[in-house]
């Protein structure tokens, strides 16, 4: 079956076919990369590797939010379709997701989960996505709750923003498992090589082992070939210029005119100052600028303006978003959700309450009402009534009225945090006026890699150079843990 689902492994390497096999010959494995890199389809073609080998096994698919966790979901679906694996799958696949607190049962009342070593979890094999965003704690109750035949794929790019909360486990994992490599970083040992030949029917020079790598350095695949920005070279360019640090080069695609689908906007001027000037600390952006910084955006804009049917309006919703570093502030969520009511305002449209065309994100998880944290909805009137409209995974649109939301907030822009695990056609990256802490490497990575089509910054070329140059540091001991077997002097615990 694997030379059936990785047919390219018998004519080459497939970094897809690898972490298939890795994931066969252990337990626990971590499958990383960046958008586009396949991470839904290695999973998706596994699970009918393992559920054509044991069609009882019991399979659970969770990640950190609930958004996330039903996009896996459908991923997984859209992929075995795709793919044509529903004849190996056979009806097994899970059709929900679970957030990881919901899937070890997590009791509010006492801050305890039901399952944990003394009680595990049933299932068999367990997936777990958007990884960069499981903190250490979390980590930790998910590994003690496993039973100890079961098997834990976990899925993740570690380039990404991390957990707010403690600890940074893929990154710290990712990192670990590289240094395992020795001199020869990127090589697994000869043992995952010599099964990958045998398995893919190919020749085991194609990948060559390296004799000082152990069960560590196997562990951990890194896909390293993009499908996504093929069409889009722009982007995957900016991305991986960001993703490796190199400060000249990501301004560089920024600058160069060839991509048309990146650029770096200057933050438009106030009133009274010469165009390209800058925004001082004290001085809000107002509305007259709106044009300005939604410019790229504004044909998608005025079509989801011009729509009046709740499926038509959401379709259009998702091909933009603005995405800010800051959740207060002039240029944050608070100061840009403003800029663009006082916008519609001057269009002559209301704004006030449960006004039409108000996006709403959900904040908090209502399992009752299947709505997610990262949830988007679109609000309209039915019959004069105001109505928030949310889209099914079956492409039906659900309503409700307003008093049954939980909490929630006006989302023409939103944080590039929030925005982890879903993805727009087209980005508008709002960074602050002057220097912040918050905007690292990883923050303009993760809201670059959101775009599918096209991705503007607003920010200096300046703030972009300290961005790329700035790296989240955490130092938890993890790392050093993993790589020696013990705790260092100075570890955190």
Known sequence: PLRTLFPQASAGLDWQAVAAVAALRSSLVFVTGGPGTGKTTVAARLLALLLDRDPTL????????????????????????????SSLVEGQLPTTGNTL?????????DERFVHHAGNPMPHDVVIVDEASMVAVLMMDALFAALRPSARLIVLGDPDQLASVDTGYVLGDVARAAHEAGGAHP??????????????????????EGNAHAGALRDAVVRLRVSYRFGARPGIG???????????????????????????????PAPA????????PRASAPTVHMAQLLLHPLLPHVEAYLAAHDP??????????????????????????????????????????????????????????????????????????????????????????PPSRLPAHETAWAMTVHKSQGSEFDHVRLVLPV????????ELL??????????????????????????????????????????DQPGDAR
């Open 445 to 486: 990575y993760t809201g670059i890699t959101r775009a599918k089509e096209s991705v503007s910054i607003v920010g200096s070329a300046d703030l972009v150079r300290l961005a790329v140059q700035r790296s989240v540091v955490r130092a938890s001991g993890l790392t050093a843990r993993l790589a020696t077997g013990h």
């Open 237 to 267: 360019r900016l991305a991986s210029a960001t993703q490796e640090g190199q400060a000249d080069d990501v301004l560089a695609v920024l600058a160069n005119a060839a991509h048309a689908d990146v650029a770096l906007d200057p933050w």
């Open 58 to 85: 019991d399979v659970a698919v969770a990640a950190p939010t609930g958004r996330a966790a039903a996009r896996l979901t459908e991923a997984i679906g859209a992929a075995v379709q795709r793919e044509r694996l």
């Open 101 to 109: 607190h919901r899937l070890l049962g997590y009791r509010p009342w």
């Open 311 to 400: 499926a038509r309006a959401l379709a259009a919703l998702a091909r933009f978003r603005l995405l800010c570093a800051l959740r207060e502030g002039d240029t944050g969520v608070s100061g840009l959700n403003s800029l663009v009511e006082q916008w519609l305002e001057a269009r002559g449209l209301v704004t006030g309450g449960w006004y039409d065309h108000r996006p709403v994100l959900i904040t908090a998880n209502d399992a009752g009402l299947r709505l997610f944290n990262g949830d988007v909805g679109v609000t309209l009137s039915v019959n004069g009534v105001p109505m928030v409209h949310f889209p099914q995974p079956d492409g039906t649109v659900r309503s409700l």
């Open 272 to 279: 009274g100052t010469a165009q390209g000037g800058t925004v």
């Open 434 to 441: 002057t220097d912040n802490r918050l905007v690292t490497r």
């Open 186 to 207: 990127d090589r697994h040992g000869p043992s995952l090589a010599a099964d990958y030949a045998m398995l893919s029917g190919g020749d085991a020079a194609w990948f």
